[in-house]
């Protein structure tokens, strides 16, 4: 208790905690009279129902700090008094892996280790698995659990590379549990996670053109405008969502633009083509007039049926656009692998495959020699 006595007839309690020859002081924002303070106790020496809840908190406060100790102790870890000061005050979840899970990905956030469309997606997962059980405690996670969840999340009629991507983002989550000396049943590493592509949707390039023919045309609405030359913008630069979100348009030079790139994190130049240069000076609101993620995905899907294409279209599918036009106009893998910004020439490869795949489809054409 400090000795310092306010207004109202009360001192301030604060934590001291001592290690490694240092001393940290945490203000516990609890004030108490100091006549009924027993400092050999550590608790108010009152019968009143306030001051017997003041005691409750001071009980809970013994008890997370006795939750730590016991964790670090279990697992192996030193725990230094920085680290602790970091536990009290944030308050990591231990128990159960779900408000673990959500303490967890908003962390990354703040810190900018992952966006925001990346934040909501994880929640997604994290809310969809709360459905399949409210309380998961970390003791109870082992590999017969995510044969449950997997066949749990088939009977709701999620794809397997749906669930495959979930699970990867799970066992992100318990990689982080980790490194936070969460005790385990299993290792993290341990966890396999199958396929997570899925059905890479691209356009080719007569729907390309006949997306850029509406675009151009003087009987389009503004918002369908924009919107399509958003989607042609990505067609023709390959860039995520997150990454177009985030240009304004005095990132624009006379042959260059500048934009974060999320996966390096950096921000890159690009050259443009003539192509974008058309598409930027059509609509002269692109990259200032800004809309959602989920908007810029359900209008482009009314536009791309009023344009006849009838496949399941979103701004994702740029991308995929991108690398297939690419390579069908000639580009290189190599080349493609670099402007996707893959790590991994088997990525970049699969476009190889779609693209390979749809000439062995023209094999028909030879029947017609000798006719």
């Not at 997370?64 to 920085?82: P, Q």
């Not at 692109?286 to 009023?306: G, M, P, Q, R, W």
């Not at 006849?308 to 991308?319: A, D, E, L, N, Q």
């Amino acid at each position: 208790m400090r000795s310092e006595v306010s207004k109202d007839g009360t001192s301030l309690l604060y934590l001291y905690a001592t290690g490694d020859s240092q001393k940290v002081r945490i203000n516990l924002d609890i004030r108490v009279p100091p006549k009924l303070w027993n400092p050999k106790k550590q608790r108010l020496d009152s019968a009143e129902s306030h001051h017997k809840d003041i005691n409750l908190i001071l009980d809970n406060v013994d008890s997370k700090i006795t939750a730590i100790k016991t964790t670090y102790r279990l697992s192996s870890k030193h725990l230094t008094l920085e680290t602790f000061k970091d536990e009290f005050i944030n308050g990591i979840p231990r128990v159960d892996f779900i408000p673990f899970a959500k303490y967890e990905i908003n962390s990354r956030y703040k810190s900018k280790i992952i966006t925001k469309s990346t934040r909501d997606r994880y929640l997604a997962v994290i809310r969809k698995l709360a459905k399949f059980r409210s309380r998961i405690l970390f003791s109870d996670i082992n590999h017969e659990l995510f044969s449950k969840i997997r066949g749990w999340m088939s009977d709701q009629e999620n794809k397997s590379t749906t669930i495959e991507a979930n699970i990867s983002v799970i066992k992100s989550i318990l990689m982080s549990a980790a490194k936070s000396n969460i005790p385990l049943p299993i290792n993290p590493e341990d966890i396999s996670v199958g396929d997570t592509n899925g059905d890479r949707t691209d356009l080719k390039p007569k729907e390309v053109k006949r997306l850029m023919k509406f675009y151009q045309s003087d009987f389009i609405n503004d918002s369908y405008r924009i919107i399509t030359g958003y989607f042609l913008f990505v067609c023709f630069n390959n860039l995520r969502i997150s990454e177009l979100q985030n240009i304004d348009r005095d990132q624009f030079h006379d042959d260059y633009y500048e934009y974060y790139n999320k996966k390096s994190k950096r921000t890159e130049r690009k050259k443009i083509n003539q192509t974008t240069r058309e598409i930027l000076e059509r609509s002269p609101e692109l990259f200032i007039e800004k809309y959602s993620d989920k908007h810029l995905n359900k209008t482009l899907k009314k536009i791309v049926a009023l344009c006849g294409i009838t496949k399941k279209v979103s701004f994702h599918t740029g991308r995929h656009t991108f690398a297939t036009n690419f390579l069908r106009m000639g580009g290189d893998v190599i080349s493609l692998m670099h402007l996707m910004g893959h790590k991994d020439l088997k990525t970049t490869m699969i476009y190889v495959h779609i693209v390979n795949s749809e000439a062995n489809e023209k094999m028909a054409l030879m029947d017609k020699l000798l006719d």
